[in-house]
């Protein structure tokens, strides 16, 4: 069972950009869809944006022009780049093909203040 490491969080000002980073411990070129979550205090758990490996993509409307998310299937890894940050954005931030079946990472933190 592939299991996710998250990385490339850390704080920003309003506006500003980061890219996250999400490296697999197997192989993900058979796996079809993997997505990044994310998850403020208090807040439910939210998909803010999924890849299929035809490439195909789809993003929350919070996110949508602003987001980007790509996959790297010969490096097994995932990234999300976040551009023109807002408050709201700032949350721990998973990766995850399976959330029924695969186990959380420890995530990566998003700050966003001024």
């Known amino acids: 069972q592939v299991q996710f490491v998250e990385s490339g969080g850390g704080l920003v000002q309003p506006g500003e950009s980061l890219t996250l980073s999400c490296q697999a411990s197997?192989?993900?070129?058979?796996?079809?869809?993997l997505a990044w979550y994310r998850q403020a205090p208090g807040n439910q758990l939210e998909r803010v944006a999924v890849?299929?490996?035809?490439?195909?993509?789809n993003y929350a409307d919070s996110v949508k022009g602003r987001f980007t998310i790509s996959r790297a299937d010969a490096k097994n890894t995932v990234y999300l780049q976040m551009n023109s940050l807002e408050s709201h954005d700032a949350a721990v931030y998973y990766c995850?093909?399976?959330?029924?079946?695969?186990?959380w990472g420890q995530g990566t933190q998003v700050t966003v203040s001024s």
């Open positions: 197997g192989n993900i070129f058979n796996i079809y869809a």
């Open positions: 890849v299929t490996n035809g490439g195909t993509t």
């Open positions: 995850n093909d399976n959330p029924a079946a695969t186990p």
